[in-house]
């Protein structure tokens, strides 16, 4: 069974810079996998920040960011903002069984 | 501004099949390029991808939930639906409907969510 992990929690201060990771049991993960990333509040639907690793959506503020990173997709906060208190989840594709597996999660505090 | 409302039961019994319908507003889901995706939220848990359809009518499922599930869609209607048949208490979740273009595997449009609880 494909796993994909991400930090369980992270905290970050008001105008600081944290990167969240995302990683595959399975290997390195590269462009291919087309990692998405989202934002879910309590309460909210999950909203999409990113794909295909890097690409921002037409809403995604400009200090949010996507990446490959030591064989991991990445996400970096930078200039952190109260209200990206939140839930992050990444989703990977794996094309040769045609499946999309979500991250673990990573709860990301502003404090 | 494609928008997506999931509809259906909140309440399904034991044994029997779960049945939920996405309707698409704003946009039509027959656009080339474009799939179609169930995803669930057990309480204080992950999400879980469930399956999509592409537009050419091509379904792909979790390989965990593969024999239970079923996804459709009515053009005629502009919606698409999940089946998901002899549910037990650990199908109690919030299911979401997403949208969006296949070619560069983006899931732009999510619907609000809709709680179903298996209960008898």
């Known amino acids: 069974q494909t796993v994909v992990t991400q930090e369980p929690s992270l905290t970050v201060s008001p105008g600081g810079t944290v990167t969240l990771t995302c990683a595959s049991s399975t290997g390195a993960v590269t462009s291919g996998y087309y990692p998405n990333w989202f934002q879910q509040k309590p309460g909210q639907a999950p909203r999409a920040l990113i794909y295909?690793?890097?690409n921002k959506h037409s809403w995604t503020p400009a200090r949010f960011s996507g990446s490959l990173l030591g064989g991991k997709a990445a996400l970096t906060l930078s200039g952190v903002q109260p209200e990206d208190e939140a839930e992050y989840y990444c989703?990977?594709?794996?094309?040769?069984?045609?499946?999309?597996?979500f991250g673990t999660g990573t709860k990301v505090t502003v404090l | 501004q494609v928008q997506l409302q999931e509809s259906g039961p909140g309440l399904v019994k034991p044994s029997q099949t779960l049945s939920l319908t996405c309707t698409v507003s704003g946009g039509s889901i027959s656009s080339g390029g474009y799939y179609w995706s169930w995803i669930r939220q057990h309480p204080g848990k992950g999400l879980e991808w469930i399956g999509y359809?592409?537009?050419?009518?091509?379904?792909y499922y979790n390989p965990s939930l593969k024999s239970r599930v079923t996804i459709s869609v009515d053009t005629s209607k502009n919606q698409f639906s999940l089946k998901l048949s002899s549910v037990t208490a650990a199908d109690t979740a919030v299911y979401y409907c997403a949208g969006g273009s296949s070619f560069t595997r983006r899931f732009d449009y999510w619907g609000q969510g809709t709680l179903v609880t298996v209960s008898s």
């Open positions: 359809i592409y537009y050419s009518g091509s379904t």
């Open positions: 989703l990977l594709y794996y094309g040769g069984a045609q499946l999309d597996v």
């Open positions: 295909s690793t890097s």
